[in-house]
């Protein structure tokens, strides 16, 4: 069992270049999430899903767009990366109910130069 | 804006003795979170607290929630080194996209032999 799979697990791009990160949960989940984490900020919604063909703005959506066409998988796009974007990156899931636990992927460590 | 405090930022702690998280949270929610953050991996789901007076234990390690006050604690009961670790509190927030999840900038453990 899987569970939530993130790719790649690292990537170094230059500013203005872009990229896709793929998160791909087997747990059936309706909810998927994508996530920032900065040293001391804790991690930061960035999109997410409440299932397939639907996505919302979390708290830092700012250069960032998110697709969900299949319903086990998320993708976070960077259309043109900027320094800022320096970050590690986690992929979640859950299934809504009255526990909406979250089942985070090993996450993707991003440098942008 | 909404705003989730954990403190101390960081703890170091001999084994054996006793210590408490806390978590203060801003907005009204019924639902709150702890996970654990092993240094380079993933976040992991420690406890779910869903109501005003709930208490959840797991060996030497106790999560409540007082929504009155927007208070959780997460409280350390004879520490050993394996729980040395960064611990995130999150807490679930009813949008009209969905729920969404703030966490808390994380209380970085250290447990000292």
């Known amino acids: 069992n899987a569970g939530v799979t993130q790719t790649p697990k690292f990537r170094v791009l230059k500013t203005g270049q872009s990229m896709t990160l793929l998160c791909a949960q087997d747990m059936n989940h309706e909810y998927m999430y994508w996530y920032r984490q900065d040293p001391g900020m804790g991690l930061r919604l960035i999109h997410y899903?409440?299932?397939?063909?639907?996505?919302a703005k979390g708290e830092v959506p700012d250069g960032y767009n998110v697709s969900r066409l299949k319903k086990q998988n998320f993708l976070l796009g960077l259309e043109s990366a900027a320094p800022s974007q320096t970050s590690v990156y986690f992929c979640?899931?859950?299934?809504?109910?009255?526990?909406?636990?979250?089942?985070f992927g090993a996450g993707t460590r991003l440098s942008v130069l | 804006e909404l705003k989730v405090e954990q403190n101390p930022l960081f703890l170091s702690m001999q084994e054996g003795k006793n210590y408490t998280i806390y978590c203060n949270y801003s907005t009204t929610s019924d639902r709150l979170y702890w996970y654990r953050q092993d240094p380079g991996k993933s976040l992991e789901s420690l406890f779910v607290l869903l109501s005003n007076g709930a208490v959840k234990q797991e060996g030497r390690l106790m999560a409540s929630l007082d929504t009155k006050a927007r208070l959780s604690t997460l409280h350390i009961t004879a520490a050993v080194h394996d729980l040395s670790a960064t611990y995130f509190c999150a807490v679930e927030v009813g949008r009209g996209t969905g729920n969404q999840f703030y966490f808390g900038t994380g209380t970085s453990l250290t447990v000292i032999p």
């Open positions: 979640a899931s859950s299934l809504w109910g009255a526990k909406n636990i979250q089942y």
């Open positions: 899903s409440v299932g397939e063909g639907t996505t």
